[in-house]
């Protein structure tokens, strides 16, 4: 077999080992397609929005949907079709901002306090005081103490969500500080660092990566509350939140200004925890064995 013919093998067997995790996870697949296309339309925004959506236009305020204004108007006279584009740019970039800063935090602080007896006993003090606040009210409290800004709401829900990461790579550490590979490893006289980054990491990524999916819808529904009571994102900043905020007023008027964008927001939490839930059954050995 030459070159060519073995990378046709390999291509297929790769393509067949995709279809058959699809067809055991049909979640994985129905989860990343909408997600992909809400991505998308969120990235192509100037392309695929109609107009500007912080231009206003007091003589067209709280329209119904027509040709030229999709989903109508909002009480300002902006097109709501081009500003539910725009805001899904705002809270996807929050979402996976908050669940790559928490799982990255997460998983370094999670390994040392899991190899390190002395260090675990006053980091988990902490993160269980941490844990035992709210993470919406964590974050406004801590949102409370600064000015709204997209900094600021990431730092806030990244501090909110941190740990339900540490106790979650926690638990992994310690259990796998028992298996006889890492004794062998001790054994053998490993170092540590040479340990955690050969043995201990790759065991640690298939949970943190299952649960940074559902970090990142928490982190989009506490964005919008943020927005929604004023504490988040500023309002010339479209996002979901915030379009739902400006339409509370005038919602008996126009269900529109909520309606949309909550759609979209549920939409798109739905399709990451699809995701997840796909990726946790993927990688859990006991379900796969069932299926």
Do not use: K
């Given at each position: 077999?030459?070159?060519?013919?073995?990378?046709i093998?390999?291509?297929?067997?790769?393509?067949?080992?995709a279809?058959?995790?699809?067809?055991?996870?049909?979640?994985?697949?129905?989860?990343?397609?909408?997600?992909?296309?809400?991505?998308?339309?969120?990235?192509?925004?100037?392309?695929?929005?109609?107009?500007?959506?912080?231009?206003?236009?007091?003589?067209?305020?709280?329209?119904?949907?027509?040709?030229?204004?999709?989903?109508?108007?909002?009480?300002?006279g902006?097109?709501?079709?081009?500003?539910?584009?725009?805001?899904?740019?705002?809270?996807?970039?929050?979402?996976?901002?908050?669940?790559?800063?928490?799982?990255?935090?997460?998983?370094?602080?999670?390994?040392?306090?899991?190899?390190?007896?002395?260090i675990?006993?006053?980091?988990?003090?902490?993160?269980?005081?941490?844990?035992?606040?709210?993470?919406?009210?964590?974050?406004?409290?801590?949102?409370?103490?600064?000015r709204?800004?997209?900094?600021?709401?990431?730092?806030?829900?990244?501090?909110?969500?941190?740990?339900?990461?540490?106790?979650?790579?926690?638990?992994?550490?310690?259990?796998?500080?028992?298996?006889?590979?890492?004794?062998?490893?001790?054994?053998?006289?490993?170092?540590?660092?040479p340990?955690?980054?050969?043995?201990?990491?790759?065991?640690?990524?298939?949970?943190?990566?299952?649960?940074?999916?559902?970090?990142?819808?928490?982190?989009?529904?506490?964005?919008?509350?943020?927005?929604?009571?004023?504490?988040?994102?500023?309002?010339?900043?479209?996002?979901?939140?915030?379009?739902?905020?400006?339409?509370?007023?005038?919602?008996?008027?126009?269900?529109?200004?909520i309606?949309?964008?909550?759609?979209?927001?549920?939409?798109?939490?739905?399709?990451?925890?699809?995701?997840?839930?796909?990726?946790?059954?993927?990688?859990?050995?006991?379900?796969?064995?069932?299926?």
């Open positions: 077999m030459n070159l060519s013919d073995s990378a093998v390999n291509s297929g067997a790769r393509y067949a080992g279809l058959s995790l699809v067809r055991r996870h049909p979640t994985i697949f129905i989860g990343g397609i909408v997600l992909l296309a809400i991505a998308l339309m969120a990235a192509l925004a100037p392309h695929v929005g109609t107009v500007d959506p912080r231009a206003i236009d007091p003589a067209v305020r709280l329209r119904s949907a027509s040709s030229q204004h999709w989903m109508g108007t909002d009480m300002l902006r097109d709501l079709y081009s500003r539910v584009v725009y805001g899904g740019r705002m809270s996807l970039v929050i979402g996976l901002g908050v669940a790559l800063l928490a799982a990255g935090s997460g998983l370094l602080i999670g390994v040392v306090t899991g190899f390190n007896r002395r675990d006993a006053i980091v988990m003090r902490v993160m269980d005081g941490l844990m035992a606040i709210p993470s919406v009210l964590l974050a406004i409290a801590l949102m409370a103490l600064t709204a800004s997209i900094e600021n709401v990431l730092f806030a829900i990244t501090i909110a969500e941190i740990p339900r990461v540490v106790r979650l790579v926690r638990g992994v550490v310690l259990t796998l500080r028992g298996q006889p590979f890492i004794e062998a490893a001790t054994a053998c006289g490993t170092r540590t660092l340990m955690l980054w050969r043995h201990i990491l790759p065991n640690t990524i298939a949970p943190v990566l299952v649960q940074a999916t559902y970090i990142c819808a928490s982190a989009m529904l506490i964005e919008a509350t943020l927005s929604f009571i004023g504490a988040g994102i500023p309002p010339g900043t479209p996002s979901w939140g915030n379009i739902m905020a400006e339409g509370r007023t005038v919602f008996q008027l126009s269900p529109a200004t309606l949309y964008p909550g759609m979209m927001l549920s939409l798109t939490v739905l399709s990451v925890n699809l995701l997840g839930d796909g990726l946790r059954d993927a990688f859990d050995p006991r379900l796969s064995r069932l299926m």
